[in-house]
Antibody, heavy 120, light 107 residues
Framework: EVQLLESGGGLVQPGGSLRLSCAASGFTFNTYAMTWVRQAPGKGLEWVSAISGNAANTYFADSVKGRFTISRDNSKSTLFLQMSSLRADDTAIYYC?????????????WGQGTLVTVSS | DIQMTQSPSSVSASVGDRVTITCRASQGISSWLAWYQQKPGKAPKLLIHAASSLQSGAPSRFSGSGSGTDFTLTISSLQPEDFATYYCQQLNSFPLTFGGGTKVEIK
């Protein structure tokens, strides 16, 4: 059974940093691209970032480019999102999701999400 | 960036109704489109990929059509468990943008 479990969310001050993790199980992690999608309270879905299975290629939304970094540890089947220079509009539930194949493919399995709140 | 516009933003319907949701891309995306369903407090669920391919496990009352810039998601006979918000997502080019969502509510 495919499982994705996010962690690392919480309350952070504007300008601060946070690192999200997503522990994956139930599939061969290094053969799938992975993605992060966020959802601000009461709002729609926003694609944030994607990374290829071998970590060679990464992609970001314009709203987070230069502030967020995506990475993965295939030996530990774990996906990361390093977030810095956080702003109030980064407040959202952050979901990690498995892409069906390459980085430009839909997400077929999702975690339960982790809430990031940016506030003083 | 490719902008995705969904309409309507909300629709009220009854059990058994046929419901159609539209998604328009700001430029051609061939068939690189997916549809998701999201219920309150839950993660999204993939329903349709490649514009018209039903995801494994998704009910057959869901269908997708379209190519280029105009796409539709149709629920042939609305069931109680279908009341949710639906999102389209383009997968043609980065950033992989979502539509604003369509909330299907009980009439």
């Amino acid at each position: 059974e495919v499982q994705l479990l996010e962690s690392g969310g919480g309350l952070v001050q504007p300008g601060g940093s946070l690192r999200l993790s997503c522990a994956a199980s139930g599939f061969t992690f290094n053969t799938y691209a992975m993605t992060w999608v966020r959802q601000a309270p009461g709002k729609g879905l926003e694609w944030v970032s994607a990374i290829s299975g071998n970590a060679a290629n990464t992609y970001f939304a314009d709203s987070v480019k230069g502030r967020f970094t995506i990475s993965r540890d295939n030996s530990k089947s774990t996906l990361f999102l390093q977030m810095s220079s956080l702003r109030a509009d980064d407040t959202a539930i952050y979901y990690c999701a498995r892409a069906t194949s390459g980085t430009k493919s839909p997400a077929d399995y999702w975690g339960q999400g982790t809430l990031v709140t940016v506030s003083s | 960036d490719i902008q995705m516009t969904q309409s309507p933003s909300s629709v009220s319907a009854s059990v058994g109704d046929r419901v159609t949701i539209t998604c328009r891309a700001s430029q051609g995306i061939s068939s690189w489109l997916a549809w998701y369903q999201q219920k309150p407090g839950k993660a999204p669920k993939l329903l349709i990929h490649a514009a018209s391919s039903l995801q494994s496990g998704a009910p057959s009352r869901f269908s997708g059509s379209g190519s280029g810039t105009d796409f539709t998601l149709t629920i042939s006979s609305l069931q109680p468990e279908d009341f949710a918000t639906y999102y389209c997502q383009q997968l043609n080019s980065f950033p992989l943008t979502f539509g604003g969502g369509t909330k299907v509510e009980i009439k």
